[in-house]
Nanobody, 122 residues
Framework: QVQLVESGGGLVQAGDSLRLSCAASVTAVFSFYGMGWFRQAPGKEREFVASISRAEYTFYGDSVKDRFTISRDNEKNMVYLQMNSVKPEDTATYYC???????????????WGQGTQVTVSP
């Protein structure tokens, strides 16, 4: 069964750093997938955060550019989101996603994790 499992969320203070991890159990070769991170705050739509292509090109949402870094380890079937200088507006549930591309819309992905909560206090 295909699974994406996020971890690393928690409660942090503004200005802190946090690293989210996503462990992928997939039937196809992990390196074939484009991987993405999205987030959703209560009452808001799901928002693109970052993605990384098979060739390891990276893409970022405007609100996290220069603060967050996405990376992947194909040998470990892992993708990471390093979050620096976090802000209260980064508070959301963060979702890992896998697809055949590294698009900026949720429709580009067909596999989703259950999410991990990140809460940033002022």
């Amino acid at each position: 069964q295909v699974q994406l499992v996020e971890s690393g969320g928690g409660l942090v203070q503004a200005g802190d750093s946090l690293r989210l991890s996503c462990a992928a159990s997939v039937t196809a070769v992990f390196s074939f997938y484009g991987m993405g991170w999205f987030r959703q705050a209560p009452g808001k739509e799901r928002e693109f955060v970052a993605s990384i292509s098979r060739a390891e090109y990276t893409f970022y949402g405007d609100s996290v550019k220069d603060r967050f870094t996405i990376s992947r380890d194909n040998e470990k079937n892992m993708v990471y989101l390093q979050m620096n200088s976090v802000k209260p507006e980064d508070t959301a549930t963060y979702y890992c996603a896998a697809g055949w591309s590294a698009g900026e819309t949720s429709g580009a992905y067909h596999l989703w994790g259950q999410g991990t909560q990140v809460t940033v206090s002022p």
